[in-house]
């Protein structure tokens, strides 16, 4: 199974708002093109939105979201992060006519099981996995541990050397990586970094996917950007493999 990876892609409130210069429905609307033209030659079965689908949760560019991802006719998780709004999400859900979002933490096929985790705290930059959705997430593992097991979630887990978003990253992820050595969850995914990185450690993989905006300066701590932008592919085989499309 093949899965298409987006995050970050930080939709302003219209077209003219610009982020450093940046313009994200540009860039949005490229990695669209992208993926229908990939469609075309591989079967992609998923995609996974890891959050910051918009920069300041406003319900217009959350319907541009919907509008842009139903027309990829493809089924899709959309996961919040810290500049998301779940309200403004909620409304623009309802007002849009949508086919493809699957409205449920959990995907499965034949041998993998999806898993999307809520990292989000109101009003922080950081993430936290809050006590009761780790024990849930704990048995959904366990439910499931006949299957490959990943989980999708914003905030990423393991620093990735970068100071303006390490100090901003999953604030438990020492549990939650426990835990998921514990379960020998296969393949751990995230945003928020703005950074593309991947690392092995033992059988999981843990993939942080490059934004659809724009990416931070590796180990900056002030705000530079590289403008380079992109997304993975993320193929669910038993060798599992990850192509990063960047543009
Ligand atoms: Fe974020």
């Known amino acids: ?23 994200p429905y540009e860039n949005f609307d490229f990695v669209c093109e992208e993926i229908y033209r990939i469609k075309n030659i591989t079967d992609i079965a998923l995609i996974i939105v890891s959050g910051d689908i918009t920069n300041d949760g406003d319900v217009d560019a959350y319907k541009y979201f919907f509008k842009k991802m139903e027309s990829l006719k493809t089924p899709y998780i959309a996961i919040l992060g810290n500049h998301d709004i779940k309200n403004n999400f909620d409304i623009a859900l309802a007002e849009e006519k949508t086919q493809y979002i699957i409205n449920s933490r959990q995907y499965k096929n034949k041998s993998w099981h999806i898993i999307s985790v809520d990292t989000v705290v109101e009003g922080e930059d950081f993430g936290f996995i809050s006590n009761n959705n780790l024990a849930e997430l704990e048995r959904e593992m366990i439910e499931n541990s006949h299957f490959n097991i990943a989980i999708f979630m914003h905030h990423h887990a393991i620093s990735v050397g970068t100071p303006i978003v390490d100090n901003c990253m999953l604030n438990n992820s020492k549990e939650l990586l426990a835990l998921c050595e514990k379960h020998q969850v296969k393949f751990i995914g995230s ?18 996917a490059p934004a659809v905006v724009f990416q931070w300066l590796p180990g900056i701590d002030t705000v ?8 993975n592919i993320i193929d669910f085989s038993s060798d599992l493999s990850i192509t990063s499309c960047i543009y």
Request: proline share 0%; no cysteine; hydrophobic share 40%.
């Open 224 to 231: 530079k950007i590289s403008k380079g932008f992109g997304f």
């Open 191 to 208: 945003g928020h970094a703005h950074t593309s990185r991947i690392w092995h450690h033992n059988t999981m993989v843990t993939s942080v």
């Open 1 to 23: 199974m093949k899965a298409i990876h987006l995050t970050d892609i930080h939709l302003t409130l219209s077209r003219d708002n610009k982020i450093f210069n940046v313009n």
